[in-house]
């Protein structure tokens, strides 16, 4: 069954340093997402991105946010300058469609910042 | 509460026992996902319930959904060990956002052998 992979699954780094996260989502959906899991709080939306651009952000998603679709395959979420508080476990899925569809999770890359 | 809150917070049941899950949201939505998620790892998609829908099976697992009292449950019978995991409501809101989806806190749910 297809699945949506990423990696690294544990990212360790010094706070004000840049952080790629990588995902290869489900290969027939159309919509991604981001999504983070700080330790002990809820899963908490960060950003979607279909036909190459951003379709919806929440207010967490600043400027220190950035998320590309390099190829055909790839998506990934940058954090230019880490911070302490970006500790947390970064969820990538996929869905096929948008509203009202089952969006696929992910295993996780978990982040801490040092 | 918030959108997506689920009760009880933990729930400890022994093998074979029923598990029922709660979930209460606060605004109109497009429907209703559960999700599992063993200890530290991701998140699995369990089922999805739509609005127009009151219930729904699959395997072990039957959900319910009252858009009058804006909440759902989960029921899962014959618990196994196995079973073991935080499970979370997601709602997707019929206004505003067409993408996001929002959580709950979760149930922390022991199954013990």
């Known amino acids: 069954e297809p699945e949506v992979t990423q990696t690294p699954s544990h990212q360790v780094t010094q706070m004000g340093q840049e952080v790629i996260l990588r995902c290869v989502p489900i290969s027939n959906h159309l919509y991604f997402y981001w999504y983070r899991q700080i330790l002990g709080q809820k899963v908490e939306f960060l950003v979607s991105f279909y036909n190459n651009e951003i379709s919806e952000k929440s207010e967490i998603f600043d400027d220190q946010f950035s998320v590309e679709r390099p190829d055909g395959s790839n998506f990934t979420l940058k954090i230019r300058s880490t911070k302490l508080e970006d500790s947390a476990m970064y969820f990538c899925?996929?869905?096929?469609?948008?509203?009202?569809?089952?969006?696929?999770f992910g295993p996780g890359t978990r982040l801490t910042v040092l | 509460s918030q959108q997506g809150e689920e009760d009880p917070q933990a729930l400890s049941i022994q093998e074979g026992e029923n598990a029922t899950m709660n979930c209460s949201y606060k605004t109109s939505i497009n429907n209703l996902q559960w999700y599992r998620q063993n200890s530290g790892r991701g998140l699995v998609h369990l089922i999805l319930?739509?609005?127009?829908?009151r219930e729904k099976h699959s395997g072990r697992l039957r959900v319910t959904l009252d858009t009058s009292k804006k909440s759902s449950s989960l029921l899962i019978t014959a618990s196994r060990a196995a079973d073991t995991a935080s499970y979370f409501c997601?709602?997707?809101?019929?206004?505003?956002?067409?993408?996001?989806?929002?959580f709950g806190k979760g149930t922390l749910l022991t199954v013990n052998p």
């Open positions: 319930i739509r609005s127009n829908e």
């Open positions: 997601a709602t997707d809101a019929s206004r505003g956002s067409n993408y996001k989806l929002t």
């Open positions: 899925a996929s869905s096929v469609r948008g509203r009202s569809d089952t969006q696929y």
